[in-house]
C-alpha cells in the first residue's frame, strides 16, 4: 500500500485532530481514561493544533494513503539547534510498513535543513525504545511519574556532532 509524505497546513487539521484523538483512545492504555480525555479536550484540541501551525518554527508532516491521514508527525522548534517531536503516530492499520520510520527520516532532514543539530523525544511505552534505538536515538533515560503520573522515556539524537553556525548568526543577529 503507498503513501505520500507532505507538510500539513491548517487544511489539514480535521484529519490530525482525528488521528491523534484516535491515537490517545486506543494507543496510550497508561492514560486511559480520565488523562486522555484530558489531552483530547484540554491540551491536544482545536486551539492548539492551530496555535502549533500558525507558529514560525514548528512543522507538521503527513503520510497520506489517497486523501487519507495514515501517519503524523509534529516538530517543535527549540532553542539553541534544538528540535523536539511532539507527536509521532501512524494509524494502527497502516503501522510496520515504514510510516513512522519515513516520517522520523523527514523531520531529521527538515531538522539538518533549518540548522538544528539535536532532536529528542519522549515516549510512554517500553517497546518503542527500542524502536527509536534502532532509528539511531539514544535512550537518556526515564522522568518517573511525569504527565499525569506516567513514566516518559527520553530519547536524543545528533543530527551532526555540533551546533551549525548558522544557529549562532541568527541568535546574534536578532
Known sequence: MGYVIQKLSLNDLPKIIQLVHTSLTNDFPEYQPRAALIYKKRIYNKKYFQKFLKKKGNAAFGAFNN????????????????????????????????????LLKQAEKWGLKHYYHYIYL???????????????????????RFWFGVDEHLMQKLLQDKPFEEMFKKYLKE
Open 67 to 102: 486523501s487519507n491521514l495514515i501517519g503524523y508527525c509534529a516538530i517543535k522548534a527549540d532553542d539553541g539547534g534544538v528540535i523536539y517531536i511532539d507527536w509521532l503516530v501512524v494509524d494502527n492499520k497502516y503501522r510496520n510498513q515504514g510510516i513512522g520510520s519515513t
Open 122 to 144: 519522549h515516549t510512554e511505552s517500553q517497546k518503542n525504545i527500542n524502536y527509536y534505538k534502532k532509528r539511531g536515538f539514544d535512550y537518556i533515560g526515564t522522568h518517573r
